[in-house]
């Protein structure tokens, strides 16, 4: 017994351990935690029952940034933790990426799966079903020079290995300021573009000696296998009565098609992300929609959304509409402060074409090619809103069809069962080693913004949470699949109101607190002997401290480790790093104008998007 209970005891102190270890190992460079911290958001109206807790700015992510010359800006991510908000059965901490590539992570923490909206008044409002909810969100602006990240314009990143890079040191880095989250299951989230970012991040995060517990990969309307999806524009467009099968439009698109499909044919060695040839067929497929209102301005399908129109070019470039409003926030003064954005440049652009065009310049080996491996680790979701065009639903069930992983193709004999939420069909589920696919009913490209509470019940799902051990919040929101796997019934109702807990406990929450009771003397063991630790590690560092340091220096020892990055400078001069933003909406034709740090051989940033690329966040 004597000695189970040792072992409790060891457990537990590990990650202490691992955290003295991080600081020690640590450079100096490293900031403290504390200068992330964001107190006070601008015109944010807070819950007071359920206040968040936001952390964001800079971090270093050239893993060749120390060998740099002294006038090359090295790359720097930037990234917002807003921090859960409920206790859970367990902690846990996902890290999202948004698309394009170029596409703020912005768009998913502002109009997706974080805790605010635009309030339309030039401020934020809180909305319930935010993943922050339940999980730590970080939210990733990469590759360097997406959003608020930056770098030399010569220094863009030009392929998935190299973006892989940035992010294993950027959070190699992040880890080492926040240590607490080291051994909390960690998750990736994306869509779009994200399809080609997170099965490369993910093995590169798996490959490297991070030592983070990596549980799972989430991935929206993903662009992954580009044999599959281009081929799916006709198809999609011809089941959901966009084209009439034989019409002059129809053939004319199957022409498009089918010399896409030589093309991809004639295409050999790696997969392709993307094919020139087949680019067109996202809008040469929509053209035949296309119409000309009496006022003269011209319409097209939107091809995010296709129950929605837009004009001509955008095609749903100006979709979602709080678009103008988030610019309009995220350029303010205060608020670039207050996030410790400063550093950057460039006001904040939704989607910035340069980086687009430099990520293009070469060709990396598609997604599609690392999925299986990936596949062997851990498990992958696959999610897709129904009414997307540019990355639909067929496409992604064609890749899954053709696509060999873990001893099978496809997804073999599973049934595909009826997922609901609050007694409603929100779309179907199935899952085969390994691998789960949701289609999503009456969503979009960005599924969550449309159905947030669908979208977050699904994630939580995926992530494996015991709604028995939860009483409050969203958890409570009932939901199957299928006819048997329910969600458990909870003393004291399971409808949702976004207030308090029930007083009601579960069987596991008794058993736990009974526990907790039990192990109360071990537990204050382990407190005495964590002070213990720290109070001898913190002497030994100012006892190294003082050997190594000259007497006319020592008094630096006393100062506060304070970041040295720029970006969390109090008394740096705000004005000096501020540049208004130019253009308007998502300045697509104005140029954006010479940046500060445009010490490279660059081109102009244009800003400019294709709408017929992949790129959303």
């Known amino acids: 017994m004597l000695l189970f209970q040792w072992t409790r005891i060891i457990r537990l102190l590990l990650p202490v ?119 730590h969100m970080v939210y990733v602006d990469q590759p360097a020079g997406t959003g608020f990240s930056y770098t030399s314009t010569d220094h863009y990143v030009h392929s998935l290995p190299q973006a892989s890079e940035q992010i294993v040191h950027f959070l190699r880095t992040w880890y080492q300021v926040f240590p607490e989250y080291q051994t909390m299951d960690a998750y990736l989230g994306g869509e779009s573009f994200a399809g080609q970012y997170i099965p490369y991040f993910a093995n590169a995060i798996l490959s490297s000696n991070l030592n983070i517990p990596l549980r799972g990969v989430a991935i929206g309307n993903g662009w992954m296998d580009a044999r599959r999806q281009y081929p799916a524009y006709l198809d999609y467009a011809v089941k959901h009565g966009i084209i009439e099968q034989g019409s002059v439009a129809y053939k004319e698109s199957k022409k498009n098609t089918d010399a896409c499909v030589d093309q991809l044919r004639r295409t050999t060695g790696s997969e392709p992300i993307s094919v020139a040839g087949c680019e067109e067929l996202v809008r040469s497929v929509l053209a035949g929609k296309d119409a000309t209102l009496s006022n003269g301005t011209s319409t097209c399908v939107n091809i995010y959304d296709v129950r929605l129109k837009d004009t001509q070019p955008a095609c749903g470039m100006n979709w979602p509409p709080d678009l103008v409003d988030i610019a309009t926030y995220l350029g303010r003064r205060d608020v670039v402060s207050a996030l410790h954005a400063t550093a950057k440049s460039e006001s904040w652009m939704e989607c910035r074409g340069r980086i687009q065009q430099e990520f293009n310049g070469q060709n990396s080996p598609s997604s599609i090619e690392l999925i299986p491996k990936v596949l062997q680790r851990i498990p992958i979701l696959l999610f897709a809103g129904d009414q997307d065009f540019i990355c639909n639903y067929m496409g992604i069930e064609n890749m899954i069809k053709a696509m060999t992983w873990n001893g099978g193709t496809g997804l073999g004999t599973v049934k595909t069962q009826v997922y609901s939420v609050k007694g409603n069909p929100a779309g179907t589920w199935v899952s085969s080693r390994n691998l789960t696919y949701v289609k999503l009913f009456n969503a ?90 720290i109070a001898a590690f913190l002497w030994f560092r100012i006892r190294r401290n003082r050997l190594q340091l000259p007497d006319e220096t020592r008094a630096e020892e006393e100062i506060p480790l304070r970041s040295a990055m720029g970006t969390h400078d109090e008394n740096r001069d705000d004005e000096e790093l501020f540049r208004k933003r130019k253009g308007k909406e998502r300045a697509l034709d104005e140029p954006e104008g010479h940046a500060i740090f445009d010490v490279g051989d660059s081109d102009d940033e244009d800003g400019y998007k294709s709408p017929d690329a992949r790129s959303r966040g």
């Open 444 to 533: 979009s490209h960005m599924a969550p913004y449309d159905i947030p509470t669908v979208a977050h019940d699904m994630i939580l799902r995926f992530m494996g949470m015991n709604f028995s051990a939860i009483m409050g919040g969203s958890a409570a929101i009932p939901s199957s699949i299928g006819d048997t796997d329910t969600k458990p019934i909870f003393q004291g109702g399971a409808e949702h109101s976004g207030g308090s807990s029930p007083t009601g406990k579960t069987p596991e929450q008794n058993k736990a607190k009974w526990e907790a009771y039990y192990n109360a003397g071990s537990a204050a063991l382990v407190l005495i002997l964590i002070s213990l630790a």
């Open 17 to 135: 351990i691992q955290c003295i270890s991080l600081i020690s190992a640590a450079p100096a460079s490293v900031p403290s935690a504390a200068s992330f911290y964001v107190r006070n958001l601008p015109d944010l109206h807070q819950d007071k029952n359920h206040p968040l807790h936001v952390f964001a700015g800079h971090i270093e992510s050239d893993p060749n940034g120390s060998s740099l010359p002294t006038n090359v800006l090295s790359a720097h991510l930037f990234f917002v933790l807003v921090k859960a908000r409920r206790t859970a059965d367990k902690e846990r901490i996902m890290f999202w990426f948004n698309g394009g590539p170029g596409c703020s992570s912005f768009d998913g923490l502002m109009m997706e799966i974080g805790p605010w909206r635009v309030d339309g008044k030039g401020g934020l409002k809180t909305v319930e079903g935010g993943w922050e909810e339940y999980t």
